[in-house]
């Protein structure tokens, strides 16, 4: 078991050292690629996070999901314990000289995705979830700390005792109105159907509003165990917003134009 283990990280590229065994894959965050291992030092079972750091572009994504993970300590968001290097490294904030990085993480048994696909949830449980969710929500913001990225597949769930974490920080920023997000999340490779329109239409001006529209897209989604806005595909918006989006544009031209004709009379 643990020489299959030791090649499925050597497959997937991932060199710890000796310290992380029995390693099987898990999935794939914004950022890079998960697998789960046994960390023998600390006797547990935990989310080991891939993170290559082949640029400056990957390097600064890097370095802010970091720097954000290593601020939130809440029971409803998913525990990191520590970052390493290579070979198990203490990166000890120095992370420029890696072409690599290992976020050690909490290890949870499934996600709401998954859960999801074996049926629609009781109501008892859909609350349950919700109240949890909420309240890992509003720890997020209080931290001035948006997600981003909220949806099913990265909303983890402890099969044992049903309690809910929030996880996958890849595309969260914290609060800062001066600087402006466009270029990266104009990207096509993000589920769309959890974003809400003005997100969509305005990738630069925006509020904590969106993570609450997520969070009522998946509390629909338990409740009827439908996508609330499903598109053609997980980057194509749904027709609904898709229409919004486009009745946004259409009236923001006619703002512009209207504004343009008064200045020239």
């Known amino acids: 078991m643990a020489e299959k283990g030791d090649c499925i990280a050597s497959v997937y590229g991932y060199d710890l050292?000796?310290?992380?065994?029995?390693?099987?894959?898990?999935?794939f965050g914004v950022n890079g690629l998960v697998l789960s291992a046994v960390d023998s030092r600390a006797c547990r079972k935990v989310a080991v996070k891939k993170i290559t750091l082949s640029d400056a572009r990957s390097m600064k994504h890097a370095l802010r999901e970091i720097?954000?993970?290593?601020?939130?300590?809440?029971?409803?968001?998913?525990?990191?314990?520590?970052?390493l290097g290579p070979k198990g490294a203490d990166l000890q904030g120095e992370l420029f000289k890696?072409?690599?990085?290992y976020i050690v993480q909490e290890y949870m048994e499934t996600d709401l995705a998954r859960l999801l696909e074996q049926g629609t949830l009781t109501e008892e449980h859909a609350k349950l979830f919700m109240y949890q969710l909420l309240r890992g929500l509003k720890y997020i913001h209080s931290a001035n700390v948006l997600h981003r990225d909220l949806k099913p597949a990265n909303i983890f769930i402890s099969t044992e005792d049903l309690v809910l974490k929030i996880g996958d920080f890849g595309l969260a920023r914290i609060v800062d109105q001066h600087y402006s997000h466009k270029g990266y999340l104009s990207e096509g490779l993000v589920t769309k159907w959890y974003r809400s329109p003005r997100l969509l239409l305005s990738?630069?001006?925006?509020?904590?509003?969106?993570?609450?529209?997520?969070?009522?897209?998946?509390?629909a989604e338990m409740l009827t165990g439908r996508m609330l806005f499903a598109g053609k595909s997980l980057t194509v918006p749904s027709d609904?917003?898709?229409?919004?989006?486009?009745?946004?544009k259409t009236e923001c031209k006619k703002k512009k134009k209207e504004k343009k004709r008064k200045k020239t009379q």
Not at 67 to 83: A, G, P, S, T
């Open 240 to 248: 609904f917003s898709d229409g919004v989006l486009q009745k946004g």
């Open 98 to 101: 890696f072409s690599v990085a």
């Open 17 to 27: 050292g000796g310290r992380f065994v029995d390693f099987q894959p898990l999935g």
């Open 67 to 83: 720097k954000i993970i290593r601020r939130l300590d809440h029971d409803n968001i998913v525990k990191v314990y520590e970052v």
């Open 203 to 219: 990738p630069n001006n925006y509020t904590k509003a969106i993570d609450m529209w997520a969070a009522g897209c998946i509390l």
